[in-house]
């Protein structure tokens, strides 16, 4: 079997010879080999992988026939020996330390040897002990000082080391394969996935996927042959572990049809959720488990009610079925047994796209859109919209002067009027009304970045921060109040400036914003790309409970990606929006009239 390593990996293994060949005092010129492949394969636009597959290793800069074999050797066999033999008199702890800023091979290498950091799993908090305790201080070369900079080093690596959740997208396509999988495999009666992929939740943790079937043992062989398994870790009757060729750990946990619902309920959570239903269930007697519910908890004889499915297993505990987005303990189990659950929005309810960009040709102020405007009717179109927002950045402000802007916004004006009036698009996008929009940015002091003039030439205007991220609370706020008084706003573009993994939300007053927006009828935006999905689903809920309206958009830059609404609309779900919270899931007549109201 061949062994995958990512190219991330394979680019970690050369920085580690390299790193052992300086603390052995190699020549230089090997050393920066080993370093300048390293830096080679972590910006491959391939998988060094799939070029050792195809035979093509050599292809990769920096990389001469020895690199190649070892490359060969550790795809094939999973280890190089000549990398072990260079790295094994060295403590292993050291390498474990590499990542850490402003640790070298030296300094990683004395700090092993000097606290046995002989364990790469254990070699930073171990450090964190030593440096805590004041003996790094006292080290030759070392001192007070550098021992504060290397314990906040290490502080700030150890927090950043858990790993990193999914974005919902990642996870959704390695469940959707292994999902696909097991529908060729005849014992298998039903299979979902489980957990905050199920819930929808925006970053997803481990996949987890649930099974109905008789005969488990016939199943548990079929996922052992799964193509994309690197490594089966464990498979019992219940259960099978995979660790996939991309390093992720999957579980599938197999049930007999009959504790189908049980399976689900339990295995989806939230834990919270699942904490106040315990509690709820206790109250009457009952205790749950992943079989099922226990009734009279107290009393050893009774058996365990199975049950097949989940709305079943609600009823039993005097519960209308709650959808799993909701299952976050945000007050759903109250709302659920007074039988008061809102119609939560879906994906059919969404009639049109409120900000989209184009490949329109003025230099504008952040990426254009790669498509045209035709491409992007096609795709609403066969999206079944009623309405199409185009709704591309402002032109530059460093690029043109105010008046050039004005033009520009009026020209484009008359070409989307140009376009969407040509006797054949009439005809083809006869059932979509055309909207002309831009995504204006709202510079620092809360002024839009187009003059005001230019307004009279859009439909309306989404407004959205781009710059200028790290303002105090009350300036960014001001700021985006301030936005929101200009005529033809209504809505404002993700919110909260966020995005997943890498940009923390924006600090602003919500509740100032909200009741702004609530005053002006302007919506706030679930943007619906996956590393945004902003607003967040509390600050949805808030806004649903205080009547602001809501816009589910996709910010597409290809027509494609007007596909991605799903993550939106997931989003507002979680957030308890209905149908008539959403502004684009309106009837044109309705929408039209908030638009121009
Ligand atoms: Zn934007
Ligand atoms: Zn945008």
Not at 122 to 130: G, I, R, S
Not at 269 to 290: F, T
Not at 404 to 420: M, N, P, T, V
Request: aromatic share 6%; proline share 3%; glycine share 6%.
């Amino acid at each position: 079997m061949a062994h995958h390593f990512s190219n991330q990996e394979v680019a970690g293994k050369l920085r580690e010879v390299a790193a052992a060949m300086e603390v052995r005092g190699d020549d230089g010129f090997r050393i920066r080999a080993y370093e300048n492949a390293a830096v080679a394969v972590d910006n491959l636009s391939s998988e060094a992988f799939d070029l050792w597959e195809a035979k093509k290793l050599d292809e990769i800069p920096g990389v001469g026939a020895n690199l190649a074999q070892h490359l060969d050797d550790l795809f094939r066999t999973g280890s190089v020996k000549h990398f072990t033999k260079v790295k094994k008199p060295l403590p292993a702890g050291m390498f474990a330390l590499l990542d850490i800023s402003g640790v070298g091979p030296k300094i990683a290498y004395t700090l092993s040897k000097q606290f046995g950091l002989t364990k790469s799993e254990t070699a930073a908090v171990k450090l964190k002990k030593a440096l805590e305790s004041g003996k790094v201080a006292d080290l030759e070369g070392f001192g007070e000082q550098s021992q504060e900079r290397l314990l906040t080093a290490v502080t700030g690596f150890l927090k950043k080391k858990g790993p990193e959740r999914l974005l919902l997208p990642v996870a959704e396509k390695v469940a959707e394969g292994i999902l696909s999988y097991l529908s060729s495999c005849p014992e298998v009666i039903k299979a979902s996935a489980l957990g905050s992929l199920r819930r929808r939740v925006p970053t997803v943790g481990d996949v987890d996927i649930g099974v109905a079937t008789n005969q488990a043992g016939a199943v548990v062989d079929f996922m052992k042959q799964y193509p994309a398994a690197n490594r089966l870790v464990a498979a019992g009757e219940g259960l099978v572990r995979l660790e996939l060729t991309n390093k992720l750990t999957v579980d599938v946990k197999l049930v007999n049809p009959t504790e189908w619902g049980s399976l689900l309920q339990h295995f989806t959570g939230s834990k919270n959720h699942n904490i106040v239903l315990r509690e709820l269930a206790l109250k009457q007697g009952k205790s749950l488990s992943e079989h099922g519910i226990k009734h009279e908890a107290r009393s050893t004889k009774q058996e365990v009610r199975k049950y097949d499915n989940e709305e079943d297993f609600y009823k039993a505990l005097g519960l209308t079925w709650i959808p799993p987005e909701m299952r976050e303990n945000a007050g759903e189990i109250e709302v659920s047994e007074q039988r008061k659950l809102p119609q939560l929005v879906e994906l059919k309810d969404i009639k049109g796209d409120l900000h989209t960009h184009t490949d329109y040709y003025w230099i504008s102020s952040h990426d254009a859109g790669t498509d045209d405007i035709s491409t992007l009717l096609e795709t609403a179109k066969k999206l079944g919209y009623d309405y199409l927002a185009l709704g591309d950045h402002n032109p530059s402000i460093s690029s043109y002067n105010e008046n050039k802007i004005i033009s520009l916004i009026k020209e484009r004006k008359e070409y989307i009027d140009k376009i969407i009036s040509t006797r054949e698009n009439k005809v083809k996008y006869s059932s979509i009304k055309v909207l002309n929009s831009l995504e204006v940015d709202i510079r620092p002091d809360g002024t839009l970045a187009i003059p005001e003039e230019a307004l009279k030439y859009l439909d309306f205007a989404v407004v959205s921060i781009h710059s200028s991220f790290a303002m105090k609370k009350e300036e960014q706020t001001k700021r985006v109040l301030k936005s929101l008084f200009y005529a033809k706003v209504k809505i404002l573009g993700h919110p909260t400036g966020r995005l997943i993994n890498q940009r923390e939300e924006l600090d602003i007053d919500f509740n100032a914003v909200m009741a702004e927006c609530l005053k002006r009828n302007i919506a706030l935006e679930i943007n619906a790309i996956p590393q945004r999905l902003d607003l967040p689903e509390t600050l949805v809920r808030q806004a649903v409970k205080l009547g602001v309206k809501l816009a589910i958009n996709t910010d597409a830059h290809s027509a494609d990606q007007l596909e991605q609404m799903r993550y939106g609309v997931d989003v507002a779900r979680r957030g308890w929006a209905k149908k008539q919270d959403i502004v684009n899931a309106w009837p044109w007549e309705e929408f039209q009239h908030w638009l121009t109201g």
